[in-house]
């Protein structure tokens, strides 16, 4: 979740909260800002991990996810990015509109939904201000002596957060593609040949990351790991059904219409739920499944974890086609 996602979603019932003080309110690149955000009381933040994000609530309404990318091993503050989408009115509008130094704003703890797994190489790639999740992975790898590359691709050099940076610190390690000077990333070339031992991790706008994961097919299982903006869209011909949800340990059973989601069919009937986002991006209302087969339409299990069927992100995903009954562990 490096940026943010286009929709704006009612507020949920939340995990845990706390609040923080912006301290810092920089203009980093072409329409990006970054915000260092400390404790009132000066108290260390508690231990993250590279790929972690946090939730921010905006204003009352809505709740947004941004990665972290400060240093996990500096726990004095936490730092995210956030680009201004053009055309939004959600999120990034009312960060870049109304956030100034000085400002108190509400956040969750880190929670992790792209953990780095150990590997001997790892090959980054990010597009945009996907960049954010990556700076950290980065910086563990490099401490840890790693073999790693980063492929950084964006519109111009003055929109590409951190990237001086990154090639000032990390030097010939760090490819930067800005599109006005040399195209776009050549994914295709970089992803050509499947490389034992190495992990790819990739977080960009969603045309890149289909690119990415239909370049990774010929790689071993499991190379790649990928974090979007916004939930997987649908594929040609699928159709939102109705079906039933039982709910195994209240005893209810809710009917799920075509413009409804599980988890607002579930608060309907005063079941009440951890959720955030809304949007199959952040993890929070996952859901163990008791039986039944769901069509998973979230942006956070992995393949193999939608594969098993043992969860479910409800405030997206819904029963599969010809599925008219769930049973989930609520
Ligand atoms: Fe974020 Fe469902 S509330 S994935």
Known sequence: MGGLSARADRRGVGPSTREVIAERVDRIADGVVSLVLVTPDGSPFQP?????????????????????????????????????????????????????????????????????????KYLFLAGGIGITPIIPMIERAAEAGKDWHLVYGGRSRGSMAFAERLVGTYGDRVDIVAEDERGRMDLAGVLALPRAHMLVYACGPGGMLRAVEDLCMGWPPGSLHTE???????????????????????????????????????????????????????????????????????????????????????????????????????
Not at 231 to 237: D, E, H, N
Request: charged share 25%; hydrophobic share 35%; aromatic share 4%.
């Open 48 to 120: 993250w991990e590279p790929g972690a994000h946090i939730d921010v609530h905006l204003g009352g309404q809505y709740v947004r996810q941004y990665s972290l990318c400060s240093s996990p091993d500096d726990l004095s503050h936490l730092r995210v990015a956030v680009l201004d989408v053009p055309g939004s009115r959600g999120g990034s509008r009312w960060i870049h509109g109304n956030v100034r130094p000085g400002d108190t704003l509400e956040i969750s703890e880190p929670r992790n939904n792209f953990p780095v797994r150990d590997s001997r």
């Open 228 to 330: 979007r903006f916004a939930a997987t869209a649908l594929g040609p011909g699928s159709v939102a059904e109705p079906f039933e949800v039982e709910l195994a340990r209240s005893g209810k059973t809710v009917s799920v219409p075509t413009d409804r989601t599980i988890l607002e069919a579930v608060e309907d009937v005063g079941v009440r739920v951890l959720s955030s986002c809304r949007q199959g991006l952040c993890g929070t209302c996952e859901t163990t499944v008791v039986s039944g087969e769901p069509e998973h339409r979230d942006a956070v299990l992995t393949q193999d974890d939608q594969d098993g069927g043992a969860t479910m992100m409800i405030c997206v995903s819904r029963a599969a086609a010809g599925c008219g009954r769930l049973v989930l562990d609520l």
